[in-house]
């Protein structure tokens, strides 16, 4: 079994940073792509950023300039850092990895999402 565990959700006030950690766990061959979704109340879930194996990222559009998607490959984490946060921003983010396990299964995994609140 594999799991997401993310943190670093909270509460800031518009124009400040959080950073969101995800942290996978569990008998893991190798990660693929990993990536951050959001999902705002009564919205559709939708992906904010991503990044390959080999770093390579892309972003929506709406946080191009103020997110930035990282991974630590030894520590088998994601990381968002997240700046310039505006109202609308707040969201459910969610982590999601695609996962080979040690006997070759592959998993497409979700953390439990963590809530982002910007407001003053």
């Known amino acids: 079994q594999v799991q997401l565990v993310e943190s670093g959700g909270g509460l800031v006030q518009p124009g400040g940073s959080l950073r969101l950690s995800c942290a996978a766990s569990g008998y893991i061959g190798s990660i693929g792509t990993m990536a951050w979704y959001s999902q705002a109340p009564r919205k559709q879930r939708e992906l904010v950023a991503a990044?390959?194996?080999?770093?390579?990222?892309n972003y929506a559009d709406s946080v191009k300039g103020r997110f930035t998607i990282s991974r630590d490959n030894d520590k088998n984490t994601v990381y968002l850092q997240m700046s310039s946060l505006k109202p609308e921003d707040t969201a459910v983010y969610y982590c999601?990895?695609?996962?080979?396990?040690?006997?070759?299964?592959?998993?497409?995994?979700w953390g439990q999402g963590t809530q982002v609140t910007v407001s003053s």
């Open positions: 990044i390959t194996s080999d770093d390579n990222t």
């Open positions: 999601n990895a695609e996962i080979v396990g040690l006997s070759m299964s592959q998993y497409d995994v």
